[in-house]
C-alpha cells in the first residue's frame, strides 16, 4: 500500500478521492448503493462536480465523524492495539481506500457505521448488505489487511455492535474487474444530451365575434 500524506476531509483529500476510486465508492461502482448508482458516479468522475451536501445530510456526516472518534478507543481496547486513520492507494491503481483506522502493522483494519438497528441486528448475526461489503473487501484489497473490523454504534458500548470481516477470492476479483471496466467506462464516457422542452405560449383569449345581418344593415359586437 502507498500512503497518502492527506487529512480526511480535507481539500487535497477530496480532490485526490475525484481522481481515484476510493473504497466508499465501490458500492456504487458495483450497483449495489443504496446512495448512487453507478452511472450517477460515471458522471460525477467525468464532470468532478459533486452535488450540494444539504444541511440535514452534513448533520448526519458530523455525528457519524464524532462517534467514529468515540467508538475507535473502545476498539483499540478490545484488541489491544492502536489504529490509526489513514489513507492508502493500491500500488499501479487508482483503487485508493481511507481507513478510520489501521494497526501499525496494517494487518488488521477498522470501519465504523452510526448505529442504526437494522444494521446492529444484521451485524450480531454475522452478515451485512453488499452496500457495505465492497467498501470492505477494497479496504482489505488497498492495505493487505487480514480482516476488518466492522463497528456500528453511536459512540457508546450501550449501542454498540462489531464483527470481523475477511475477504473473498471471488469478490476481490470481481471487485478489481468492476474498477478496471469502470475505467474504461469513464474513458468512453459521454453526457447525456438534455433534451430542451419547448411549450407553446397560450395566447390572450379574444372576444366572439358576432354577427346580425337585418335587411341591408350589418351589426356586430
Known amino acids: 500500500m502507498i ?5 480526511q476531509g480535507s481539500i487535497e483529500w477530496l480532490a485526490a478521492r475525484m481522481e481515484l476510486f476510493g473504497a466508499s465508492e465501490a458500492p456504487s ?6 446512495f448512487m ?3 450517477e458516479l460515471l458522471k460525477l468522475k467525468f464532470t468532478g462536480k459533486a452535488k450540494p451536501v444539504s444541511a440535514h ?3 448526519i456526516y458530523d455525528k457519524g465523524h464524532a462517534t467514529e472518534e468515540m467508538a475507535r478507543p473502545i476498539v483499540e481496547a478490545k484488541i489491544d492495539e492502536e489504529l490509526y486513520p489513514v489513507t492508502g492507494q493500491l500500488e499501479n491503481s487508482k483503487i485508493m481506500a481511507s481507513f478510520d483506522g489501521l494497526t501499525m502493522m496494517e494487518d488488521t483494519a477498522f470501519e465504523h457505521k452510526l448505529y442504526n438497528a437494522t444494521l446492529a441486528e ?3 448475526n454475522n452478515v451485512l448488505e453488499m452496500h457495505y461489503v465492497w ?5 482489505l484489497l488497498v492495505s493487505g489487511a487480514e480482516k476488518v473490523i466492522f463497528v456500528t454504534s453511536d459512540g457508546t458500548e450501550d449501542n454498540y455492535e462489531s464483527m470481523e470481516y475477511f475477504s473473498t477470492p471471488e469478490r476481490r476479483e470481481a471487485l478489481i474487474a468492476g474498477w478496471a471496466q ?11 444530451v438534455k433534451k430542451e422542452m419547448v411549450t407553446a405560449k397560450k395566447e390572450k383569449s379574444l ?3 358576432t354577427f346580425d345581418v337585418t335587411g341591408t344593415e350589418i351589426t356586430s359586437n
Not at 3 to 7: A, D, G, I, Q
Not at 29 to 34: I, V
Not at 135 to 139: D, R, V
Not at 182 to 192: H, N, S, V
Open 3 to 7: 500512503t497518502l500524506n492527506l487529512v
Open 29 to 34: 461502482m458495483m450497483n449495489d448503493s443504496k
Open 37 to 39: 448508482s453507478r452511472n
Open 57 to 59: 445530510l452534513q448533520k
Open 122 to 124: 444484521n451485524v450480531r
Open 135 to 139: 467498501q470492505l473487501e477494497q479496504q
Open 182 to 192: 469502470f475505467e474504461k467506462d469513464l474513458a468512453e464516457y459521454q453526457p447525456e
Open 207 to 209: 372576444p366572439l365575434i
